[in-house]
């Protein structure tokens, strides 16, 4: 049947969005892993506090490397790509008359065990409609390995660009954990299966990118050679990554986009106009919040 073998408790009217053969759902951290290791790239970890230019050209980040609390260290470039989630609001300290703002959506999610190694749990998955009696609005996600993700828990915390620029969460990004009870009280109402015989394996909790007017940041950054920014895309970053990779390959290497349509995006939509010094800036008004 339609309904998965995980979906055997209590539940309402369920109806059908997709059959399987147009639709799918990744890892996310099997997906990164993966494309980081095909790509060939050096992946250097650690954090950027700034960018180095001659005049407006970009020739280098600097950046603090992991484990390393005081030590700065240059690595040079030609061009860089600020893509570094609601933390590239940062980027208006390092590129003079830019404006990013952000909002941070911090949001607990947690993962089931499978309560039966020998077998996978049906892939398909289930969104939930608002629980008021657990103040939730699941998204059920089984993966590949057996186990099973939720998000959608609801009690989301919103974090303003002022504190995202100074790095709230982007180390520690802990779960709340009276929503990870509510929405481990709400899947084992409709799952017998787990209700009876799962275990929650982890808690955890992320930090969505939300630009003011639901739209990512994508362009070059203006009066700047060689910078780019590509950050703001709400919880469809991972899903939207390959495509937005692509697309700003071509802008980087071909001066344009030739996959996606980049001008709903421009990264300047929201800068003000300059009264004097450096040109090439472009005005813009916040279209108010849609969050």
Known sequence: GLLPDWLDGNTGRIGVMGYGEDTAQVTPLEFTTKLAAASGATVVLGSAVGVNCDGDTVTGIRYQPRGSDDTTEVLPCT???????????????????????????????????????????????????EDDRFQTHLEVYPRPDGSIYLCGIGGSDYIPTEELKLGAYREVCEAKPERVEAASLAFKEMSRVYREG?????????????????????????????????????????????????????????????????????????????????????GGDSVGEQW
């Open 198 to 282: 799962g275990e929650l394996e982890k808690s955890q909790a992320c930090m969505r990118p939300c630009p003011p007017d639901a739209m990512p940041y994508m362009g070059k950054i203006p009066g700047y050679e060689g910078a780019y920014i590509n950050a703001g895309h709400n919880c469809w970053g991972i899903a939207w990554a390959p495509a937005c990779g692509k697309a700003m390959a071509e802008l980087v290497l071909d001066g344009h986009s030739s996959s996606v349509d980049l001008s709903p995006f421009d990264p300047a939509r929201f800068h003000r106009r300059a009264k004097g010094g450096r040109g090439r800036k472009k």
């Open 79 to 129: 061009d860089v790509i600020v893509s570094a989630g609601p933390w590239s609001c940062i980027a208006e300290e390092w590129f003079e008359g830019t404006t990013f703002p952000m909002e941070g959506v911090k949001s607990t999610s947690i993962v089931w065990k499978n309560p039966d190694p020998s077998s996978i749990p049906t892939p398909r998955a289930l969104f939930c409609g």
